[in-house]
């Protein structure tokens, strides 16, 4: 996945939202179409760390298209998505893996 384009840009905490999904494990499986939903999507999160009142419907969709690319992971179970982990701690998919039977 690329670095953002145009990050100066940005407010930090959105070039942070693209970093977290950059560095995801789920990033690895990302196609091309993947990666231009996240460039829309940077738009909407800069837009709702700008706005001064909670835009409900703003939140709803990021939540939506977020939870699409496996952002949780209750997201992840439910697309059976397999990730990677980096060492032998728990990424909390095991144990909902566990309680999910």
């Not at 909407?44 to 419907?57: N, P, S, T, W």
């Amino acid at each position: 996945m690329p670095a953002l384009p145009d990050a100066d840009r940005f407010l930090p905490e959105v070039r942070e939202w693209w970093e977290t999904w950059r560095e995801s494990p789920q990033a690895e499986s990302f196609l091309a179409t993947d990666v231009q939903r996240l460039k829309t999507l940077v738009l909407l999160v800069q837009r709702i760390y700008e706005m001064e009142g909670a835009d409900l419907k703003a939140y709803a969709e990021l939540r939506q298209q977020e939870s699409l690319l496996g952002a949780t992971v209750l997201d992840r179970q439910r697309l059976r998505m397999q990730v990677k982990k980096a060492d032998e701690s728990s990424t909390g998919d095991d144990v909902l893996g566990d309680l999910l039977g």
